[in-house]
């Protein structure tokens, strides 16, 4: 499958690679990359969504970065339930088994994942700035309510970008009698022209410039603000969020901005060269990689979340005592207590009885 026909997911042949003679060779390297980062992400971002779903039994509240957070996980979660089909793909040579319905569901799945988790990401930035720069004046809208709102919008507009997928996602015969899954534009060349500087600006280069005019703007009023700071502990929990946050964009950039370069770069490209197909080999490796990443930074960079998934993962530690006292048939009684709970149950200014009176 051709490059220019395919968005980021509908490369039927980005694991083979032409050699000088015309042979065509495929490499298993490439899937098996896929399957472990796929093993590793939705093992991950499982443990993430389960952390916070477990907070909210204990009757916790969600914060604001706690809804941003389990969605982009959630989000992530949803890109990597793609990958098996892609593997599959691989593994054929570009051919596709499972239908038009599926091509179309699974490839605007992948692009709409895609963009959803860039828009969440500037939205991220926006609360951060709202909490560093103006950390009570708009307190009133940094609420649950309002981030679930704004989630809700995120993935409206998200599903309004990804119209042309919806559109133009169907199965291409292949020389060998099978078919594969690609976008048909009508017009293959100016449309995928267009189709590429449209997917570049909207799901990156305009993110990308939002998120760097916000923490911009961020670094300055930290830098020059002498307005009367909040409470220590406020400016302490807000500068570790903040932190994370920049880490995530960071991550997330990182991972895509290869992609996106190589996308504009084949536009010129006519015949892509052996290099230049491991190269993009490469970068769509690191995208999905992107979404395993992201369960590590929240572990390694969260200190709330570390103790949420402490206390999510680990039981209450109980420990048996048991009470000498006999009963009437002369068995042991055993009582499970709380660490901590012989001394509460201890009356205050002598020490507990062990031996019942004869």
């Given amino acids: 499958m051709d490059f220019s026909n395919s968005s980021k997911f509908a490369l039927g042949d980005i694991n083979s690679t032409t050699a000088a003679d015309g042979t065509h060779t495929s490499s298993p390297i490439l899937p098996a990359i896929f399957g472990i980062i796929c093993l590793l992400g939705i093992k991950g971002n499982c443990i993430v969504i389960y952390t916070i779903m477990k907070r909210t039994k204990c009757r916790a509240k969600l914060t604001v970065p706690d809804i941003f957070i389990l969605n982009l996980s959630f989000v992530d979660l949803l890109f990597l339930l793609g990958m098996p089909f892609l593997i599959h793909q691989l593994l054929g040579n570009g051919s596709w088994h499972f239908g038009a319905a599926m091509c179309t569901v699974i490839t605007a799945l992948d692009s709409n994942s895609q963009i959803v988790s860039t828009y969440i990401l500037t939205v991220m930035t926006l609360d951060r700035y709202l909490a560093t720069v103006h950390p009570i004046r708009f307190n009133y809208i940094r609420t649950p309510f309002v981030a679930a709102l704004v989630i809700g919008l995120v993935w409206a507009l998200s599903l309004l970008t990804i119209i042309p997928v919806w559109m133009y996602a169907g199965l291409m015969s292949l020389p060998d009698g099978l078919v594969a899954c690609a976008l048909l534009m009508p017009d293959p060349v100016t449309d995928t022209y267009w189709f590429t500087l449209y997917q570049f600006f909207f799901a990156f280069a305009v993110p990308l410039l939002i998120i760097c005019l916000v923490y911009f703007k961020i670094l300055q009023h930290m830098s020059t603000s002498v307005a009367p700071l909040p409470p220590q502990s406020l400016r302490v929990r807000t500068k570790k969020v903040t932190r994370m946050a920049v880490a995530i964009c960071v991550a997330f ?71 000498p006292s006999l009963s009437e048939g002369g068995s042991v009684n055993v009582r499970m207590v709380r660490e901590g709970a012989q001394q509460e149950r201890a009356p205050q200014g002598r020490a507990p009885r062990d031996v019942a009176p004869r």
């Fill in 253 to 323: 950039f990182i991972c895509w901005a290869p992609f996106y370069i190589l996308q504009l770069v084949h536009l010129g490209v006519q015949r892509p060269s052996l290099a230049f197909s491991y190269a993009y080999n490469i970068a769509i490796s690191m995208g999905y990689a992107n979404s395993c990443i992201n369960p590590f930074l929240y572990i390694t960079l969260g200190e709330a979340f570390k103790r949420q998934l402490l206390r999510a993962v680990r039981p209450v530690k109980r420990k048996g005592r048991v009470d």
